[in-house]
């Protein structure tokens, strides 16, 4: 069975992330989302409500899981059995941070492969940090998220 993994904070999930996922699920039999918990980082919104918000963002895709973890991520990546990363690309920046993050994975787990995906042109400036800012201006989000996750913002 190929199970992947997609990290990250979605703090909150954008239609970038969601855009990702799609065209994630149809190469993988099982993909897990999993909220990286880090708790020396501020979040915006509770590890509890993210996982809401992604569930009702997927709750028609009965090959995703929605989970939460704290630690390495490629020990993650083992205790639910994923061989593959999924990582999104928006930038050339992304590229080489992504590069060195998997790299230093490779080093880790050599058996977990990293599989990047470029993003949308139309969806390249999303960035959960950018629809954060807008949100505490007071400026309209709905553009950059799934509606699905409206009411949890």
Same mark, same amino acid.
């Given at each position: 069975?190929?199970i992947?993994?997609?990290?990250?904070?979605?703090?909150?999930?954008?239609?970038?992330?969601?855009?990702?996922?799609k065209?994630?699920?149809?190469?993988?039999?099982?993909?897990?989302?999993?909220?990286?918990?880090?708790?020396?980082?501020?979040s915006f919104?509770?590890?509890?409500?993210?996982?809401?918000?992604?569930?009702?963002?997927?709750?028609?895709?009965?090959?995703?899981?929605?989970?939460?973890?704290?630690?390495?991520?490629?020990?993650?990546?083992? &205790?639910?059995?994923?061989?593959?990363?999924? #990582?999104?690309?928006?930038?050339? =920046?992304? !590229?080489?941070?992504?590069? /060195?993050? +998997?790299?230093?994975?490779?080093?880790?787990?050599p058996?977990?492969?990293?599989?990047?995906i470029?993003?949308?042109?139309?969806?390249?400036?999303?960035? &959960?940090?950018i629809?954060?800012?807008?949100? #505490?201006?007071?400026?309209?989000? =709905?553009? !950059?998220?799934?509606?699905? /996750?409206? +009411?949890?913002?």
């Amino acid at each position: 069975m190929n199970i992947a993994l997609f990290p990250g904070s979605f703090d909150p999930v954008t239609k970038a992330h969601v855009d990702i996922v799609k065209r994630s699920v149809g190469l993988f039999d099982k993909v897990y989302i999993g909220i990286g918990v880090n708790s020396s980082k501020q979040s915006f919104l509770s590890i509890e409500k993210r996982q809401e918000m992604l569930r009702a963002v997927f709750a028609d895709q009965a090959k995703i899981n929605i989970v939460a973890y704290e630690g390495l991520t490629v020990d993650f990546c083992r &205790s639910i059995d994923a061989n593959y990363m999924i #990582r999104g690309i928006r930038t050339v =920046s992304d !590229f080489e941070y992504e590069k /060195a993050i +998997a790299q230093m994975n490779h080093t880790l787990a050599p058996d977990i492969e990293s599989i990047f995906i470029v993003s949308k042109p139309g969806h390249s400036a999303i960035s &959960s940090t950018i629809v954060r800012d807008v949100l #505490r201006h007071g400026g309209d989000i =709905s553009q !950059f998220i799934p509606k699905e /996750a409206l +009411a949890f913002l």
